[in-house]
């Protein structure tokens, strides 16, 4: 398999993950966030707030994770995955996702948690690797990672 064809599976990989992921993720978002809602008091104003909310906010922090990692990639900069704000916000969307899908139906289990964990895993994802799947610069950046590994292998094989 030539390297071009590897780079061009592995960027239509990433945008199945993305097609296929993201859909169901914020489709899934405003079910269950809906069915939660709809689980507080009649009179409560807050039971709009997590089928409107939650999926925007999964966007918003999902995709500016995904560009930050990306840009500090680019740039050969410290992963910003590692600055408490990012954790907490990725944390966050899991943790609102994971629970709201916990919460939303009348008998929790552990296949339930399971489901909503594996649906939220793979939305989130998917989320967070738009901005290096429509990038231009992915095969470079593959590419020089590559060779950043090889000189690594080869220099640790010479000691």
């Given at each position: 398999?030539?390297?071009?064809?590897?780079?061009?599976?592995?960027?239509?990989?990433?945008?199945?993950?993305?097609?296929?992921?993201?859909?169901?993720?914020?489709?899934?978002?405003?079910?269950?966030?809906?069915?939660?809602?709809?689980?507080?008091?009649?009179?409560?104003?807050?039971?709009?707030?997590?089928?409107?909310?939650?999926?925007?906010?999964?966007?918003?922090?999902?995709?500016?994770?995904?560009?930050?990692?990306?840009?500090?990639?680019?740039?050969?900069?410290?992963?910003?995955?590692?600055?408490?704000?990012?954790?907490?916000?990725?944390?966050?969307?899991?943790?609102?996702?994971?629970?709201?899908?916990?919460?939303?139906?009348?008998?929790?289990s552990v296949p339930v948690g399971l489901l909503?964990?594996?649906?939220?895993?793979?939305?989130?994802?998917?989320?967070?690797?738009?901005?290096?799947?429509?990038?231009?610069q992915l095969p470079e950046v593959i590419r020089?990672?590559?060779?950043?590994?090889?000189?690594?292998?080869?220099?640790?094989?010479?000691?």
């Open positions: 398999m030539s390297e071009r064809s590897a780079l061009r599976e592995l960027r239509v990989l990433m945008w199945v993950v993305i097609a296929v992921g993201v859909p169901v993720y914020l489709v899934w978002l405003v079910q269950v966030g809906y069915l939660t809602g709809q689980g507080l008091p009649g009179g409560d104003i807050a039971r709009w707030a997590p089928p409107v909310l939650l999926p925007p906010v999964a966007v918003l922090f999902c995709v500016m994770a995904g560009w930050t990692w990306w840009l500090s990639v680019v740039s050969r900069h410290r992963s910003p995955l590692r600055e408490p704000w990012i954790v907490a916000s990725l944390v966050f969307v899991a943790a609102s996702s994971v629970s709201c899908g916990v919460v939303s139906v009348d008998n929790p909503s964990a594996v649906v939220t895993g793979l939305g989130m994802i998917g989320l967070f690797f738009i901005p290096a799947a429509a990038s231009r020089r990672r590559a060779a950043e590994r090889h000189s690594d292998a080869d220099s640790k094989s010479a000691v």
